[in-house]
């Protein structure tokens, strides 16, 4: 039987309203990107010219990045040295929407900083220096952890423990997280590194890497049926519902505590950089399960975002529109592609385009009932440019242009129309009641406009010009108008 295409809507506005509790070491990511230019005589290694760095919030402080990404919020537990890295993992966390962080200080350890050296044309890592004291905290800070943790769990619908091995989750930490979460009816989720899965016990899902579960089962874990064997034992042990065993380009493989196993295969997708792809995995799960989400659900959501995420440089997070795009069917996902819903997303685009040496134009209008002459001024719009980006005024700027019964058709109802004719390559919605402001943003090579404007009348033509770009003015079809369509359509008469 085929798998049901999942609602990601309605499971995205549940999502919104769900809170992670992720508890975990936190690190400072960094990673220095440069060309390889020269092998150095005294090592030898190579030598790398830098040509640009970014700093990113790693560990567990990356999963809670992607649970705010993915529309859900978080509530962050994790540990800090009283040093620069920590003060700027703290800074970075209160700019991030979603995410309320609670650092307990630890002054008698450094803040864990990983800087990555990328060569930038191969994408690949040649180097990584690591400042950590990978060992379990003191008992006094161990107490202000549990101290910190114990009442944010009834704020939370689901707990999540991202363990790093640097010392925040001790066994005394997990005991006492994991036995008040199932006191107050709370999921929780482990992405464990000790191969001591006892200190997990009554966790209720598992989520390690091959590797990992390799090691903690004695197993080769190279099949499902190797897996789905090996898990009885440690299942048992952990007392757990469920394990999910990733195994990057060979998928993910997730078995119940009844012994039924799903594989679901790896996303066939051009990795960039894996760093970071098993905390978008986490939290895909944690914000799913967090709704109620059956596993079947959380699994296909964990997937996606993980192909999303491999595909970006850097430690990575995933947003829901990425998400969304890398779920949904191909017939439907082609329309969504194109329509903005993102900050950003239209610059990223733009960028990409004139890097390409691709000419972009624009039109814009209504479009609240399309019709045959909509269709020829888009059509010549795009004949005339490589890539047409297409201004769409919002159902705001509808109503106060045409009037209180208008639009007959919402923005998004008309965006998705428009995105859907091959003729339109990007679809923008603006508020305001002329597009002036994203003419100027996107400085189109040609502006278009149907034949019933002069060149003087149409919005931003003065903008378009001064940038060396021109102005088009396409021939309408005449008996065609949305006006008298409605007026007909409402019982007016031809």
Same mark, same amino acid.
Not at 158 to 179: C, E, F, M, N
Not at 260 to 279: I, Q
């Given at each position: 039987?085929?798998?049901?295409?999942?609602?990601?809507?309605?499971?995205?506005?549940?999502?919104?309203?769900?809170?992670?509790?992720?508890?975990?070491?936190?690190?400072?990511?960094?990673?220095?990107?440069?060309?390889?230019?020269?092998?150095?005589?005294?090592?030898?290694?190579?030598?790398?010219?830098?040509?640009?760095?970014?700093?990113?919030?790693?560990?567990?402080?990356?999963?809670?990045?992607?649970?705010?990404?993915?529309?859900?919020?978080?509530?962050?537990?994790?540990?800090?040295?009283?040093?620069?890295?920590?003060?700027?993992?703290?800074?970075?966390?209160?700019?991030?929407?979603?995410?309320?962080?609670?650092?307990?200080?630890?002054?008698?350890?450094?803040?864990?900083?990983?800087?990555?050296?990328?060569?930038?044309?191969?994408?690949?890592?040649?180097?990584?220096?690591?400042?950590?004291?990978?060992?379990?905290?003191?008992?006094?800070?161990?107490?202000?952890?549990?101290?910190?943790?114990?009442?944010?769990?009834?704020?939370?619908?689901?707990?999540?423990?991202?363990?790093?091995?640097?010392?925040?989750?001790?066994?005394?930490?997990?005991?006492?997280?994991?036995?008040?979460?199932?006191?107050?009816?709370?999921?929780?989720?482990?992405?464990?590194?000790?191969?001591?899965?006892?200190?997990?016990?009554?966790?209720?899902?598992?989520?390690?890497?091959?590797?990992?579960?390799?090691?903690?089962?004695?197993?080769?874990?190279?099949?499902?049926?190797?897996?789905?064997?090996?898990?009885?034992?440690?299942?048992?042990?952990?007392?757990?519902?469920?394990?999910?065993?990733?195994?990057?380009?060979?998928?993910?493989?997730?078995?119940?505590?009844?012994?039924?196993?799903?594989?679901?295969?790896?996303?066939?997708?051009? /990795?960039? @950089?894996?760093?970071?792809?098993?905390?978008?995995? %986490? $939290?895909?799960? !944690? *914000?799913? +399960?967090?709704?109620?989400?059956?596993?079947?659900?959380?699994?296909?959501?964990?997937?996606?975002?993980?192909?999303?995420?491999?595909?970006?440089?850097?430690?990575?997070?995933?947003?829901?529109?990425?998400?969304?795009?890398?779920?949904?069917?191909?017939?439907?996902?082609?329309?969504?592609?194109?329509?903005?819903?993102?900050?950003?997303?239209?610059?990223?685009?733009?960028?990409?385009?004139?890097?390409?040496?691709?000419?972009?134009?624009?039109?814009?209008?209504?479009?609240?009932?399309?019709?045959?002459?909509?269709?020829?001024?888009?059509?010549?719009?795009?004949?005339?440019?490589?890539?047409?980006?297409?201004?769409?005024?919002?159902?705001?700027?509808?109503?106060?242009?045409?009037?209180?019964?208008?639009? /007959?058709? @919402?923005?998004?109802?008309?965006?998705?129309?428009? %995105? $859907?004719?091959? !003729? *339109?390559? +990007?679809?923008?919605?603006?508020?305001?009641?002329?597009?002036?402001?994203?003419?100027?943003?996107?400085?189109?090579?040609?502006?278009?406009?149907?034949?019933?404007?002069?060149?003087?009348?149409?919005?931003?033509?003065?903008?378009?010009?001064?940038?060396?770009?021109?102005?088009?003015?396409?021939?309408?079809?005449?008996?065609?108008?949305?006006?008298?369509?409605?007026?007909?359509?409402?019982?007016?008469?031809?």
């Amino acid at each position: 039987m085929p798998t049901p295409i999942l609602d990601f809507d309605a499971l995205a506005q549940d999502i919104a309203r769900r809170t992670v509790l992720c508890i975990g070491d936190i690190m400072l990511d960094e990673f220095v990107y440069g060309e390889v230019s020269r092998i150095s005589p005294e090592a030898p290694a190579p030598v790398i010219a830098a040509q640009r760095s970014e700093i990113h919030i790693g560990g567990a402080g990356n999963v809670a990045r992607n649970v705010a990404s993915l529309g859900g919020r978080c509530i962050f537990v994790g540990l800090v040295g009283d040093d620069d890295a920590g003060k700027r993992l703290a800074a970075a966390l209160a700019e991030q929407a979603g995410i309320e962080s609670v650092l307990v200080c630890d002054p008698s350890r450094p803040t864990t900083r990983k800087v990555r050296f990328v060569s930038e044309h191969f994408s690949t890592h040649m180097l990584r220096a690591d400042w950590e004291q990978p060992a379990p905290t003191s008992d006094a800070v161990e107490a202000k952890l549990i101290e910190a943790i114990l009442p944010q769990i009834s704020r939370a619908d689901i707990v999540l423990l991202s363990d790093y091995a640097k010392g925040v989750l001790t066994a005394r930490v997990i005991r006492h997280v994991i036995d008040a979460a199932r006191e107050l009816g709370k999921p929780v989720i482990v992405d464990p590194k000790s191969l001591n899965w006892a200190i997990y016990r009554g966790a209720t899902l598992l989520t390690p890497n091959r590797k990992e579960f390799s090691e903690a089962t004695r197993s080769r874990a190279d099949t499902t049926q190797s897996i789905v064997d090996a898990t009885e034992d440690v299942m048992r042990l952990a007392d757990c519902e469920a394990i999910l065993v990733t195994q990057g380009e060979h998928g993910m493989t997730l078995v119940l505590r009844n012994g039924e196993a799903v594989h679901v295969p790896a996303y066939p997708v051009k /990795v960039r @950089d894996v760093s970071g792809a098993g905390d978008t995995v %986490a $939290a895909a799960l !944690a *914000v799913s +399960l967090a709704t109620g989400a059956d596993w079947d659900t959380a699994l296909r959501m964990a997937n996606a975002a993980a192909a999303v995420a491999v595909g970006k440089q850097g430690t990575a997070s995933v947003s829901a529109a990425e998400l969304r795009r890398k779920i949904l069917p191909h017939a439907y996902l082609a329309a969504e592609e194109k329509i903005v819903l993102e900050p950003g997303a239209l610059d990223a685009q733009l960028a990409e385009w004139r890097g390409q040496g691709q000419r972009v134009g624009f039109t814009n209008g209504c479009f609240d009932i399309l019709h045959p002459g909509h269709v020829k001024v888009l059509t010549a719009a795009r004949a005339a440019c490589d890539r047409l980006v297409v201004g769409l005024n919002s159902d705001a700027s509808v109503r106060r242009l045409k009037g209180a019964d208008r639009p /007959v058709q @919402d923005e998004r109802a008309r965006a998705e129309v428009l %995105a $859907a004719l091959e !003729a *339109v390559d +990007l679809v923008v919605i603006f508020e305001e009641d002329t597009p002036i402001d994203l003419i100027t943003r996107i400085k189109p090579s040609v502006l278009v406009k149907g034949g019933d404007y002069t060149r003087e009348q149409v919005v931003g033509h003065e903008v378009v010009e001064a940038a060396g770009g021109r102005v088009v003015l396409v021939d309408i079809l005449q008996g065609f108008s949305t006006t008298a369509l409605v007026h007909r359509a409402r019982g007016g008469g031809k």
